[in-house]
């Protein structure tokens, strides 16, 4: 069953307190939601198979969108959103595998989730498995050395059932001026650049058929202010 | 006559019980940033999915590890010290311990075995930097029999396991135990010799009055087996590491916490770096760590 905008909104609003990730928080949402709603083959049904799909947010700031998400699927109660930072809770700024049911990989420091999707992957194929691996950077943290010696090891290793979604809210200091996806590119990737907004472009996007090379989809969002993230 | 043994560097024990070990264990990984990589051509284009060489890209290296280990493998990763420990230190703190899984470390060159290649090539301050991080198991063998026990060992686990292998060896192994090996009993104070030390350890106090415990493996410190010796002895207490001085020294103090005692640390020099190449033997003159600096300073110190 797809998740409803005001659903979304209403998980998402219990959650407060981080206004200065907020942003984040918000240019996140639509790539989790097409995602968890319509690419991903992840449920609290299969949160232990080996065959599931595996999504990682390696940029952890801002996990509102993430958490409201979790808690829309059913792998946390909604409950759980009004504890957001408390002592006792389970829901930091920054997720936490341990703690949260759903989330794979504890994150917060850039630079990790590509590098710890590259090994997933890896381990993925050496069993013969066809689930894929989603990583959800951003722009900024693009610029982390760690991330781009993992795209290359993807790119010559031909991972593709590895994809990384780029939130391109041009946050990087310096910015990339080349473009984003080029840096992929010459890499070995396939990559797509599309509005970080528009879900059908995501979809389309993010379905399409593995071609021997790591995806990276580039989503562009831009000037999004406060109440518009959906 | 005597009898020629033939010795292998703990680098090739390492190298023949992982080639040995990927036959059996269809869940090791064995992940290498171009060191020794060269060593493992065959292995590589046998399990071409489980021998990966990465390039000069440790710090993704350490990454790929977690991601292997969240998945059900067992990933042996190596490099040499400094490019295995500090380079990627972020990594193994958060794509290892924060993940919650194992992996096993595996480094070469200790503190100072490559000696004409200068600092760039020296980390003796790795087992200082896990004990930064809980639940490390950190492994420093003296002899290449203890290095393939304490291999085998960790390949067949789940924890999270340094094991630091390094050039110099003692001329025999010792029992691979769990704490403190007795080598000898005495009563003046307690001589602590970790790994490959223990040869100058033993040439250093062989006419003194003093307790000899040995390990292989000093994460976690055997605290029991530290007071039980200190019970019987005076409780002077000398720790010689092969890495940087003073690196247990905290353990000490918090084994012997109930115990008026009194502690001289050994190890590398970390009051000032040493610019200086040479052979390892110079360098353990440098840094008080040969027999004769060793037997002069547990001397003065038990006196």
Same mark, same amino acid.
């Given at each position: 069953m797809q998740t409803t905008e005001e659903t979304l909104r209403g998980l998402f609003a219990r959650m407060v307190g981080d206004e200065k990730h907020m942003w984040a928080a918000a240019s996140t949402l639509n790539a989790i939601w097409v995602l968890y709603d319509r690419v991903l083959n992840i449920s609290p049904d299969n949160i232990?198979? %080996?065959?599931r799909d595996r999504f990682f947010l390696s940029k952890g700031h801002g996990p509102m969108a993430y958490y409201a998400m979790l808690a829309a699927k059913g792998?946390?109660?909604?409950?759980?959103?009004?504890?957001?930072?408390?002592?006792?809770? %389970?829901?930091?700024?920054h997720p936490d595998r341990v703690l949260v049911p759903g989330v794979e990989i504890s994150s917060g420091s850039l630079g990790h989730g590509i590098p710890l999707g590259v090994g997933t992957a890896l381990a993925l194929r050496a069993e013969r498995r066809r689930a894929r691996v989603v990583v959800l950077i951003g722009d900024g943290e693009l610029d982390e050395g760690s991330n781009n010696e993992a795209i290359a090891i993807a790119g010559r290793l031909g991972l593709d059932r590895l994809t990384t979604i780029v939130i391109d809210n041009r946050s990087a200091s310096l910015g990339w001026p080349d473009g984003i996806a080029k840096r992929f590119e010459v890499e070995g990737w396939r990559a797509d650049t599309v509005d970080g907004r528009d879900h059908d472009e995501l979809y389309r996007a993010l379905t399409q058929a593995p071609d021997g090379r790591p995806q990276a989809v580039v989503a562009e969002i831009r000037k999004i202010g406060e109440g518009s993230a959906a | 006559m005597s009898t020629q043994v033939d010795r292998k560097l703990m680098r090739s024990v390492f190298v023949d019980t992982v080639i040995e070990s990927l036959a059996t264990d269809e869940k090791l990984v064995l992940l290498t940033?171009?060191?020794?990589?060269w060593s493992f051509d065959e292995a590589r284009a046998t399990y071409p999915d489980r021998v990966i060489n990465v390039g000069i890209r440790e710090q993704a290296m350490i990454g790929m590890a977690g991601g292997f280990a969240l998945n059900g493998f067992r990933p042996v990763v190596h490099t040499y010290t400094p490019f295995l420990v500090e380079r990627p230190f972020e990594q193994i703190k958060l794509d290892l311990g924060h993940q919650d899984v194992g992996a096993v470390l595996v480094s070469i060159g200790g503190s100072y075995d490559d000696l004409a290649r200068g600092r760039t090539h020296q980390a003796p301050g790795d087992v200082a930097l896990f004990d930064t991080l809980p639940g490390w198991t950190v492994h420093v063998p003296g002899h290449e029999d203890e290095a393939e026990k304490l291999m085998r060992d960790a390949l067949s686990g789940d924890g999270r396991i340094y094991l630091r292998l390094s050039d110099k060896a003692n001329r025999e192994a010792a029992p691979v135990l769990n704490g403190f090996t007795v080598l000898r009993r005495g009563t003046a104070g307690v001589v602590v010799a970790v790994g490959p030390v223990l040869d100058d350890v033993l040439a250093a106090t062989s006419t003194a009055d003093v307790t000899v415990l040995y390990a292989a493996t000093i994460r976690p410190f055997d605290h029991a087996g530290l007071r039980a010796a200190v019970a019987d002895a005076r409780a002077n207490v000398v720790v010689v590491e092969p890495y940087l001085r003073g690196t247990s020294a905290h353990e000490v103090a918090e084994a012997l916490a109930d115990v008026p005692h009194r502690l001289r640390s050994h190890g590398v020099?970390?009051?000032?770096?040493?610019r200086a190449y040479g052979k390892a033997a110079d360098h353990d003159r440098l840094h008080g760590l040969d027999a004769e600096g060793l037997a002069r300073s547990i001397s003065q110190f038990i006196r």
């Open positions: 232990d198979d %080996p065959d792998f946390i109660a909604p409950e759980t959103l009004d504890t957001w930072t408390q002592l006792g809770s %389970p829901l930091g700024l | 940033a171009d060191i020794s990589s020099r970390r009051d000032e770096e040493v």
